[in-house]
Structure formats: structure tokens, C-alpha cells
């Protein structure tokens, strides 16, 4: 089964920094799909918002435009841990962030709503 652990969530003020991880297990490769990784985040009453994507095999990366220009994305050597670096940090980052994992086949990357594997998530607080 595929697993997925975050950590790396608190609590910063504005303008500060986070950088969450995800370490994952049970991923098995294939030759005719690839394994994405992303980073999602969710309000109290809000949906759950895609934020960045990375590609397991190659690194490549896309991001939603509220992380553009403040969040990276990246993987560790291994490919088992993938990493969020947050930088000015603003109020309205504050969520639940999640890690997710699945498979995609063709070209690109694929929709953040067709992510099936999730982590706990983990709290990060950014105050004014």
C-alpha cells in the first residue's frame, strides 16, 4: 500500500518560512504510467486546493498560481521524500497541508483532482 507521512507543519509569522516533507512508501513503478507527488492545502470550510506538482521520474514541477514565486516543490535523491519550501509566508497560507500520490499515463502532468493517496496532513499557522 501506498503510504504517506508529512511533517514539517507550525506555526510562523508573516513573511516567514516553512519547509513541510513527505516521506513516501509503497510506490511501485511501471513502465506504462508515472507517479506524481502534490501538495494540497484545505481551509475550514473550504475545498481542498491543489498547490504544487512534481513528477516522481523526472522532477518536473507545476505549480497553482496562489504558489508561484513563494513555493518550491522538490524531491530528495531517493525520490521518497518530497519536499514544500515556503517562503513569505502570508495569513492566508494558513491551512492543513497535505501530500498526495498517483499514477498518470500520456503526456503532462495530471489533474490535481485525480489524486487518490493522501497523507494526515500537517497544521501550518501563519500569523499577521
Known amino acids: 500500500d501506498v503510504q504517506l507521512v508529512e511533517s514539517g507543519g507550525g506555526s510562523v509569522q508573516a513573511g516567514g518560512s516553512l519547509r513541510l516533507s513527505c516521506t513516501i512508501s509503497?510506490?511501485?513503478?511501471?513502465?506504462?504510467?508515472?507517479?506524481?507527488m502534490a501538495w494540497f492545502r484545505q481551509t475550514p470550510g473550504k475545498e481542498r486546493e491543489g498547490v504544487a506538482q512534481?513528477?516522481?521520474?523526472?522532477?518536473?514541477?507545476t505549480y497553482t498560481e496562489s504558489a508561484k514565486g513563494r513555493f518550491t516543490i522538490s524531491q530528495d535523491e531517493t525520490k521518497n521524500t518530497v519536499y514544500l519550501q515556503m517562503n513569505n509566508l502570508k495569513p492566508e497560507d494558513s491551512a492543513m497541508y497535505y501530500c498526495?500520490?498517483?499514477?498518470?499515463?500520456?503526456?503532462?502532468?495530471?489533474?490535481?483532482?485525480?489524486?487518490?493517496?493522501w497523507g494526515q496532513g500537517t497544521q501550518v499557522t501563519v500569523s499577521s
Open positions: 509503497g510506490i511501485t513503478e511501471g513502465d506504462d504510467y508515472r507517479w506524481f
Open positions: 498526495a500520490a498517483d499514477r498518470g499515463k500520456g503526456m503532462g502532468f495530471i489533474g490535481f483532482e485525480n489524486f487518490g493517496y
Open positions: 512534481i513528477e516522481r521520474n523526472d522532477g518536473s514541477t
